[in-house]
């Protein structure tokens, strides 16, 4: 019994470290929390945490730009990730690692990990 | 004892390089031609839409089926060539279409949602779009500046919805200034 727990802690640490040096191991795009409001409107889509918090709550999106492309992420669940993006629009520099695709002409990242740079 | 810490190891070692083979990108197959004829075709084609590509502005996009055209890894190094939409003016005709959520598409979906879906999706901080009748999507915003994803959720149960505005291309995507929202 005492043995078969070692395994089972083995085997989890073994599964978990692998998983988490694919995580790190991807190479992040790399960007700028924006407000695609504003980018619409003429604006260059910068706003601050609070603002894009309450843009974020009241359904405004919230969005990704990476050099001149406008990206819209989405949690590995398939709901949008708006809210979670917010939080580092204050941000200069952000770090999403995930998938891109493009969806009827919109481009799309399934984001693993967002992170500050 | 030792072989059985042995063989814990082994099995431990397999679903590492397992887990780990999984993660490699895949190549893309090659594919086989039949005749010289066939090859020849095949470049001359490819002559043509380089043309194509240098002639298309950088924001070129949108207009295209309801599946995705591209899956890759971050970071995404090629563009996919697709018909460069053009700004509209709907002031007079209204651009005809459906409610869909792009949650929806996005996993693969046809987009088409309840209105009780799509007002329980933009409660929760999700998009909803419109999608006109050839296929392209908008981002739809009212006048004074605000995403009009709830306003369009109320339409979701409507076969067919009608929107007076103007349309513009924004990196790529489609965007439409709405005046006025009817069914049709």
């Given at each position: 019994?005492?043995?078969?727990?070692?395994?089972?802690?083995m085997l989890?640490m073994?599964?978990?470290?692998?998983?988490v040096?694919e995580?790190?191991?991807?190479?992040p795009?790399?960007?700028?929390?924006?407000?695609?409001n504003?980018?619409?409107?003429?604006?260059?889509?910068?706003?601050?945490?609070?603002?894009?918090?309450?843009?974020a709550?009241?359904?405004n999106?919230?969005?990704?730009?990476s050099?001149?492309?406008i990206?819209?992420?989405?949690n590995?669940?398939?709901?949008f990730?708006?809210?979670?993006?917010?939080n580092?629009?204050?941000?200069d520099?952000v770090?999403?690692?995930?998938k891109?695709?493009?969806?009827n002409?919109?481009?799309?990242?399934?984001?693993?990990?967002?992170?500050s740079? | 004892m030792?072989l059985?810490?042995?063989?814990s190891?082994?099995?431990?070692?397999?679903m590492?390089f397992?887990?780990?083979?999984?993660?490699e990108?895949k190549?893309p197959?090659?594919?086989?031609?039949d005749?010289?004829?066939?090859?020849?075709?095949?470049l001359?084609?490819?002559?043509t839409h380089?043309?194509?590509?240098?002639a298309a502005p950088?924001?070129?996009?949108?207009?295209?089926?309801?599946?995705?055209?591209?899956?890759?890894?971050v970071?995404?190094?090629?563009?996919?060539?697709?018909?460069?939409?053009?700004p509209?003016?709907y002031?007079?005709?209204?651009?005809?279409?459906?409610i869909?959520s792009?949650?929806h598409?996005?996993?693969?979906?046809n987009?088409k949602v309840?209105?009780?879906?799509?007002?329980?999706?933009?409660?929760k901080?999700?998009?909803i779009l419109f999608?006109?009748?050839?296929?392209?999507?908008?981002f739809?915003?009212?006048?004074?500046?605000t995403?009009?994803g709830?306003?369009?959720?109320?339409y979701?149960?409507?076969?067919?919805?009608?929107?007076?505005?103007?349309?513009?291309v924004?990196?790529g995507?489609n965007v439409f200034?709405?005046?006025?929202?009817?069914?049709?």
């Open positions: 019994m005492n043995k078969l727990s070692v395994f089972a802690v989890i073994a599964i978990s470290t692998v998983f040096y995580a790190y191991s991807q190479k795009i790399q960007g700028q929390v924006v407000s695609f504003s980018i619409v409107m003429g604006g260059n889509g910068k706003v601050s945490k609070d603002e894009a918090k309450k843009l709550d009241s359904g999106p919230i969005v990704f730009k050099g001149n492309k990206y819209f992420v989405y590995e669940d398939g709901s990730a708006g809210k979670k993006l917010a580092y629009a204050s941000n520099k770090g999403i690692v995930g891109a695709k493009k969806v002409g919109v481009d799309i990242i399934i984001a693993t990990m967002i992170e740079m | 030792k059985k810490m042995l063989l190891l082994l099995i431990i070692a397999g590492v397992v887990v780990s083979c999984g993660s990108e190549q197959e090659l594919e086989t031609l005749s010289v004829d066939e090859l020849i075709e095949e001359d084609e490819a002559e380089t043309d194509t590509i240098t950088d924001t070129s996009v949108a207009v295209s089926d309801a599946t995705s055209d591209k899956d890759e890894t970071a995404p190094q090629t563009e996919s060539v697709s018909t460069p939409a053009k509209g003016d002031t007079q005709k209204p651009l005809e279409g459906t869909v792009l949650n598409l996005i996993m693969g979906g987009g309840s209105k009780a879906e799509a007002q329980d999706l933009v409660a901080g999700n998009l999608r006109a009748s050839d296929g392209a999507v908008y739809v915003y009212n006048e004074d500046g995403f009009a709830k306003r369009l959720a109320g979701a149960n409507n076969s067919k919805v009608g929107m007076l505005g103007k349309s513009k924004i990196n995507m200034i709405m005046n006025m929202i009817e069914s049709m």
